[in-house]
């Protein structure tokens, strides 16, 4: 990669016309086009907050909420206010069988359900209840508590419902593995790291709090199970991975119970200073993610912290800052975690591609409240990737240690476009976070989210990594989010970096046209953004492999015109693009078929038609299901920002690329017909 100023200022958008509400009975499809971009940019514009960013609530399934009532009985401080709020929530969201999904439409889940029967019962509910003998018919169905996750387990085990001795140990030793051993604590994705050391210190304390009888789970426990100790279930190939980690494990159980633990103590304090150093100043709680502060006030706990200790009331504070309350007779609600950076970003995006004039007032004050929150602190994405400069941003308000490559790829495409006071500070800004994003590209080419190579697939049998999230993958969503504002900022295809990138997004497409999505729902997501990002960096959208891309998600659209795709096709394949429309996929099918030119084709149309009758009065868009990924198969999010945010960017390029489309027909025209008045010119000239 070339040193120096690696981008240039975009020109277009530069109308200094506000956007005008009007409202006609009749309109053309252009003037509908704009009249809803002008409600979109008024309903966005109306939810920024007054410093400038723009924050949506993040959604998710009741098993937040479940947690936060076993927390609360196992400190043994029970808020029934709060706790009867949470039970509602739960109630609400029961499915006539019995169960609770992770998604809406979704089947029941085992682990939600197990998770909702026990707050239930701990809120006071009999097993007698019809709520709970209906819960507790589909738990069995599904296999009980010995079939759900070892995180699930874990849970029960701090109320003494499941065995420790049941569950893999996770040694505090971990901390003390050098960075060459082959497993060490960096081998791990972020969001691992930020559970595991905390559960390193309750799995040394087991800190239980003993039931009593009349609140166990015995009858989740199909029959004779909770005796026979079905926790793993052993490979039928002998000498496998999964049976390696297994043996490893009995061993380490062993080893568990012997009171000879030398390197114990400091494996401990170590655990301890890591956990308390990303606890404190820079972060709101340990990694700014649900299921970390959670285990990090249990561990706190563990260690002995007082409840007057400054650092646990943080982490007390921390973790209530994440519930939503919509007032005393409403709904009352968690988030996993806070999304103001990757929201105001996201929403920068949309509207400097509006139409907005890019010195706006409302865009210029987004831009410095981005470029406040860059992190220029060495945080644990050093240790796979020592490069030299500190960047990047998080997702949340305040997560020092955990600047990630997508929300900085973000941020910098709406940097790139908003006019600022500062031009050249936030050229320096721009320089110094692309060449921090450039320098996490692995070995195979691709972007991951958090770490450079931490992706090692035998660590996915390790006994406690059931949660289907330890590694941290390159995936082609970041990876053709690196290469669109590659393009964005003029950086030559030719750039080895650059070809690496595309080779990978060649190499991981889908034999039928398609990519994986990682952290969108899913072909939908994966396949609209590798096809814009090979658009920005210059490839030729009309060969074959790209157009086979776009060719597939026309065949997914639906009748109505929309797209949608459930999480079902993370579990099942066969079922990607498949789905109810939504708002946020339906952009992103647009804008993905637009990367490839020709903007009159019958599905673009009939997908801005599907926007245009969705659209609500005040700008905004509805949307139910759930577009967002966490973890794929095991938990999954909704985004309140992409119904509007993402529409109102499809629809601003559509109307860009009808424009466009039809001044060079004119131009076409006009051309033919001065070659037609030239030529009987001189026809009439001769004769």
Known sequence: ?????????????????????????????????????????????????????????????????????????????????????????????????????????????????????AALKLAGFAPEDPVMERARSTILRLGGIPKSMTYTKLGLALLGIYPWHQLPVIPPEIMLFPSWFPFHLYKMSAWTRTMLVPLMIIHHFKPTRQLPLHLQLHELFPAGAEQEGLSWIWSAKLFSKRNFFLLCDKLLQLWDRSPWKPLRARALKKAEEWLTQRMGAGSDGLGAIFPAMHYAIVALKALGYPEENPLYQKAVRDFEGLEVDEGEERDFRVQPCLSPVWDTAVAGVALSKSGLPLDQAELRKAAAWLMEREIQVRGDWYVNNPHPECSGWAFEYNNVYYPDVDDTLM????????????????????????RWVVSFQCRNGGWAAFDKDVNSPWLEDVPFADHNAILDPPCSDITARALELAGMLGVKRTEPFVQRGIRFLRETQESDGSWFGRWGVNYVYGTWQALRGLRAIGEDMNQQWILRARDWLESCQNEDGGWGETPDSYENPQLKGRGPSTASQTAWAIMGILACGEADRPSVRRGVSYLLRKQDPD?????????????????YLKYDMYRNAWPLL???????????????????????????VRSRSSAGGIG
């Not at 399934?61 to 479940?66: E, H, P």
């Open 619 to 635: 700008g905004s868009w509805p949307e139910e299901f759930l577009t967002g990924t966490g973890f794929p198969g095991v938990f």
């Open 650 to 676: 499809a629809l601003s390029e559509y109307a860009k690329a009808l424009s466009a489309a039809k001044e060079q027909t004119e131009a076409w025209v006009r051309a033919t017909l001065s070659v037609a």
């Open 411 to 434: 941020v910098l495409l709406a940097l790139l476009r908003i006019e600022t006071e500062d031009e050249e500070r936030k050229r320096e800004v721009i320089d110094r976070a692309f």
């Open 1 to 117: 990669m070339r040193s120096g100023k690696l981008f240039s200022q975009p020109s277009e958008g530069k109308t200094k016309t506000k956007p005008v509400l009007v409202i006609e009975e009749t309109l053309d499809h252009a003037q509908a086009v704009g009249l809803a971009v002008a409600r979109a940019q008024s309903y966005l514009l109306s939810t920024q907050k007054p410093d400038g960013h723009w924050v949506g609530e993040l959604f998710a399934d009741v098993t937040l909420a479940c947690d936060r009532i076993l927390l609360m009985h196992w400190l043994g401080k029970v808020d029934y206010r709060k706790q009867a709020r949470f039970v509602k929530h739960i109630l609400d969201r029961q499915l006539p069988d019995g169960g609770w999904n992770i998604y809406p439409g979704g089947p029941s889940e085992l682990n939600a359900t197990i998770k909702a029967y």
